[in-house]
């Protein structure tokens, strides 16, 4: 299948044709199978050495002494962070990773702090991600995961907004996930300025690439790193890159590290092969299907140990899962449009996995995926 047919598809997803789950699974293994079929591996050029892991421009940084320009730098900060957000953390970098259980954050490689738990919107409508986004802002979520193809920036967008107006929390408290669509590759800087746009939002958090596609991911990488450059986005990463050499491909010949990889991952497929490889990179995971996915996610709270430690905990076997994502160090963003669940799976920070307990849930790993792409 040529790329054009894929733009077909994916506009009819984007009005809203393909709603039922079997036909959402359909669609995106056939877009997958086809974007690697089309696609030839470009190599790249820079060592892992030469990288500089920072996104952080800090040509505005005065000599110690030197008080008009400090407090100049002083006033500018803060009217950056008022307009663009929290100020990267760059002190911290170097613990980049470590997941902080208590305030539920990681410093992520960009020196930006990303919450560890989050919304997921995928398969839901505009008017599902609103009500979602604005029951998880309000349950205490600061993560918020989007992406052009799901066809409900707009959605999202509002429910941010309804949570700011009603005093919920503030822009900057928010972290917003979105991801570029393979069709948009080939112009990465009007596909930024859109999904600002929809979002109605002055700056994006995170942007990920939402799918390898070596014929043209790299160019679309650098648009990102230009809006980087431009304050349009925080941070810069990945989704759907399963093998080491591919995720090497792309670094090598781009300059911002990624700061995320965002992968299936859950009990039965724990990612540990690409979570051991990213981790050199200070890149962490992030889990899709954190609860296998609709339509599968009975397999996995029906599973024996998984059950069996939510009843040793008194909780569902949905926290025990999300619970072993984040002790894991897997950013989590469980989807769902039911505010009971979404309240549900917020309430993991006040119980802890023993280390058998882990152990058990370790040896699940089946490496099996859910999905067909
Ligand atoms: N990068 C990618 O290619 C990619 C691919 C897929 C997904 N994602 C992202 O990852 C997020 C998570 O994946 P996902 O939403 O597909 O799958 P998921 O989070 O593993 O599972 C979602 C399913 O779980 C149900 N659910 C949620 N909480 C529950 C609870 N406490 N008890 C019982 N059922 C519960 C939801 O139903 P209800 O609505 O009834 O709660 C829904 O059917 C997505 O929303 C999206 O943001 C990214």
Redesign the pocket.
Known sequence: MQLSEQANISCMVKGGIFDDAKTWDFV?GFLMIASLGACGISQGAESVEERDTLAVDDSTLTEEGDDADAEAVQEAEEVSSETTGTAPNEQAVGDAGVFDLENGMVLLNSGYEMPILGI?????SQSQAEDSVYWALRDGYRLI???RI?GNEEGVGRGIQRAIDEGICTREEIFVTT?MWTDDFGDGDAAIDASLSRLDLEYIDLM?L??SQPSNDVEAYQAMERAVEAGKLKSIGL??YYEPEDFDRLVDATTITPALL?N?T?PYHQSTVMKEHIAQYGTVMES??????????QVL?DDETISSIATEHGK?S??VILRWHLQAGNIA??????EA??Q??FEVFDFELTEDEMQRLTALDKDQRF?GY
């Open positions: 995106f997921g919107c995928f398969r839901l995961d989007t992406a799901y991801k990920i939402h799918h989704s759907n965002q299936e859950h899709w299907f954190p609860l296998g996915g609709r339509g599968n996610t709270f569902t949905a926290q963003i469980p989807g769902s449009s039911n669940h979404i549900e799976n999905a």
